[in-house]
């Protein structure tokens, strides 16, 4: 084996096609921009010049760089604890796979955003500072909603109490809809608004630790 991810191995009709390719993705964006941070930049001419461009009493400083800079800009190896050979995540595979599935993972991109609604509540559920208040309730909400598939699931009478932000409001008669709004315009919240909610959470509540 070359440690290589399978990915003709996922059947693309089924469902762990889509998953496996969000997080190779985000695994992926996370290396590209530690290069961008490194050489400042897209362009590889500067990262040689960085390296080359350091004088001799620079040459321990120069030796690290080009060390850490042949990681960032060889092959995603991810380590694993079932196994001694490192996975290998091949870039330009998932480029393709991109390419030829932009609107179907495109949609799972969106989808993905959930975990971000999901991982905020869940950090501060037990926080002093969350109460019932309309700006906690609506993440609450919309962290159910990612959870079950990205869509809103109203159980036991939900919603109880008031869940708005801004000019939006979650009402029982959402039950089925998707939380994002997908290609054709359909659902309830846009890409940039997981960004903007937690935001004005975190200054409608400056106790938040």
Avoid at 138 to 161: I, T
């Amino acid at each position: 084996m070359n440690g290589a991810v399978p990915l003709a191995h996922f059947d693309r009709g089924k469902p762990f096609y889509p998953l496996v390719m969000q997080y190779a993705m985000q695994l992926v964006g996370f290396k590209e921009l530690a290069v961008r941070g490194a050489v400042g930049g897209p362009d590889v001419k500067q990262a040689v010049n960085k390296v080359t461009g350091l004088s001799d009493e620079q040459s321990a400083d120069a030796a690290n760089l080009a060390a850490n800079l042949e990681k960032l800009l060889g092959p995603l190896e991810l380590r694993s604890s079932v196994r001694v050979q490192p996975l290998l995540v091949p870039v330009d595979d998932i480029a393709k796979e991109v390419v030829s599935n932009v609107w179907f993972l495109g949609n799972y991109l969106l989808l993905s955003a959930g975990s971000v609604l999901i991982l905020a509540h869940e950090l501060c559920k037990d926080k002093a500072a969350h109460d019932t208040g309309p700006l906690w309730e609506f993440l609450r909400h919309c962290r159910h909603a990612a959870a079950h598939g990205g869509r809103f699931n109203f159980q036991h009478g939900e919603p109880r109490r008031p869940a708005k932000w801004g000019a939006l409001e979650i009402v029982a008669g959402l039950q089925g809809s998707p939380l994002f709004k997908g290609a054709d315009g359909v659902g309830f919240l846009s890409p940039a608004d997981p960004i903007l909610l937690l935001l004005d959470i975190e200054q409608a509540y400056p106790a938040l630790a």
